[in-house]
């Protein structure tokens, strides 16, 4: 991957649902040294007991962060209050849309 990231953030990663926020509490992260039995070489990331699983820096602050995390234990819990969430946000950032640069030659 060009990111240089390795794994998924959660096992079924093209489905809309609460399990990110489960993941995240529910395992225990953990600096990833190795990848396949060799040295990690790439970014500083996290990885669940088995490996499977990433986390980024910036996921695991989410739950050392007193303020963000009691959003993290709601929506962990409550796959309804998530959805309702996501939808409106996600409805928003439909509604209003993307307006693009006017062009300039060839290269816009």
Known sequence: DRSGFWGPWTRAPT???NE???ELLENKWTVKTTHKGQPWTGPMQFEDPT???MMLPSDIVLIQDKEFRKY????AKDSDTFMKDFGAVVGKLFDL?????????WFS
């Open 15 to 17: 489905t809309v649902s």
């Open 20 to 22: 990110y926020y489960r």
């Open 51 to 53: 490996g499977d699983l």
């Open 72 to 75: 993290v234990e709601l929506y």
């Open 97 to 105: 849309g993307h307006k693009a640069p006017k062009k300039r030659g």
